[in-house]
């Protein structure tokens, strides 16, 4: 395969027209992104909305067999987090074919129990390159993108209010309603609370638990299987459960620049022979790692100045991002356990899954959220290229159009190495 042989591919299409109405995404990714300012129902948004929720379910069932000590889960009642009941759901694996709702009536107690799992997509490729093709609609490259990332996350309910009440979130929420029941949202355009009613909350804001009363100053949808709403961040909202039902979230998270420049800061800081800090080390011994770290001797040679090493780690945090389509990389239970068997249809799993890096401080090639070391001077231009392509290929195809600066077993090596990080799926 050479880079004339590309079939350029419009990212939307991947999502495909039984699955979702792409005229609808766009025109409101058009007319919203990147503020989200104003509330927004978008009704028969997701076509197939079965389909979104069997990659959940897949996904959920992935993460509850083979790690489920990693997976971000939370079981809530009415007001309460429920610790006792996520260790039940902890230990309670989704059956074979069992839905996220099925799982929910099989394992709580009552009617009135929920499910909130962060990251889900992180447990599901197909999961992730569905939600990446919406997330590319948002994205501009270069004018605005998501250096904090994205949380895909589902909530899973049947009866009663949401558990935390009235709240407001601080970043927008992006609501894809998959049922198979409706679920009705009331939104506050305006704030109508006075301090008396509100809680304050660190994880919601301000919340109050007197619902009825306020209904009337709010704005009531119906959400039904497929529905879409966008509601903007610190805008106060409550939702009731219909019956047995499941959505997908995205939270987009704006920049978090101390965080991102603190873990720079530490990424790029030259090997150092001094023992790992404890785990709950003083501030004061953080302090003097610190300066040991980031101290650049005058006229020292072999070391790149400070500026130098952050901006290549920020080049890097800024490339794993993109080429995971702005959400978290896959959890290693993802991922393919084996190679594939030899000639069978390969694609790419996204446009821009893998890009080489070339910064100060050396080469890199970043496959799907991971960093890879390449040896100077490769050009890796062409594979960067034809991940853009939706032509299928083999494995020993990939691997002849990696660089020719690599020998044949260094080329069969990578190409092995970039199925098994999910850059390459099954066509």
Known sequence: MTTSQISPISPISQIGQPTIDAKKWKAFAAAEAPDFAATRFVPALVTDPGHVGRLIDDSLRTATRTAPGDLRLRALRPGAFDYKLTKRFIDSPLAPGESAVEWLSRT?????????????SSWSLPLAEWVAVLVREIVAEGIHELPSGTDVYTFVADSGWTPFGIHKDSEPSLIFHLGPSPKEVWVWQENPFDASGITPSPSFGRITFDIEQHLGSA?????????????????????????????????????????????????????????????????????????????????????????????????????????????????????????????????????GVLAAAHTAAGAALVVRGRSLPVPEGLDFTAVEQATRSARPFTLAGLAQLLPDGLDDTARATLARRLHALGAVIPA
């Open 108 to 120: 709580a107690d009552s009617r009135e129990a929920c499910l909130a799992v962060n990251d889900v």
């Open 219 to 351: 704005e009531r949808f119906v959400l039904l299987p497929g529905d879409f709403i966008c509601i903007p961040k610190d805008t106060y909202h409550v939702f009731r459960n219909l019956g047995p039902s499941a959505f997908l979230g995205l939270t987009l998270y704006p920049v978090k620049s101390r965080s991102i420049v603190t873990e720079a800061l530490w990424r790029s800081a030259p090997a150092s022979d001094a023992p790992a800090l404890a785990d709950y080390p003083t501030a004061q011994q953080v302090t003097d790692r610190a300066h040991a770290l980031f101290a650049d001797p005058a006229g020292s040679a072999d070391t790149l100045p400070l500026a130098e090493r952050i901006a290549a780690e920020l080049t890097l945090a800024q490339l794993r991002l993109r080429t995971t389509g702005y959400l978290s990389r896959p959890h290693p239970a993802a991922l393919p356990p084996g190679n594939p068997e030899e000639g069978s249809p390969l694609r790419w799993a996204q446009p």
